[in-house]
């Protein structure tokens, strides 16, 4: 069973800066993607940038420029380094794990519970 617990969210004025990090524990065979998703009010959950098992990144455009993803392979850790924030990054931010519980099995995702961010003045 794949846990995540990410970490790091809060209050920030516009024009900060927050880390986020998010800690995979459990079994798990093959990890195949990292990533972070966002939800704001009244709006779909929505990519905000992945890291794959090649270290291939990919993000949202509104992101590009101001959000930098990263992995620690050894601490099963994922990483999203946000600066310049502004309100419209307000939501609540998932860690996705994209990966095979066994070699047979398809691919699966999971998920940690969100962590709130508030970008306000």
């Known amino acids: 069973q794949v846990q995540l617990v990410e970490s790091g969210g809060g209050l920030v004025q516009p024009g900060g800066s927050l880390r986020l990090s998010c800690a995979m524990s459990?079994?798990?065979?093959?990890?195949?993607?990292m990533g972070w998703y966002r939800q704001a009010p009244g709006k779909e959950r929505e990519l905000v940038a992945r890291?794959?098992?090649?270290?291939?990144?990919n993000y949202a455009d509104s992101v590009k420029g101001r959000f930098t993803i990263s992995r620690d392979t050894n601490k099963n850790t994922v990483y999203l380094q946000m600066n310049s924030l502004k309100p419209e990054d307000t939501a609540v931010y998932y860690c996705?794990?994209?990966?095979?519980?066994?070699?047979?099995?398809?691919?699966?995702?999971?998920w940690g519970q969100g962590t709130q961010v508030t970008v306000s003045s």
């Open positions: 890291v794959f098992s090649s270290s291939y990144t």
């Open positions: 459990g079994s798990i065979f093959r990890v195949n993607a």
């Open positions: 996705n794990v994209e990966g095979q519980s066994a070699w047979s099995s398809p691919l699966s995702n999971y």
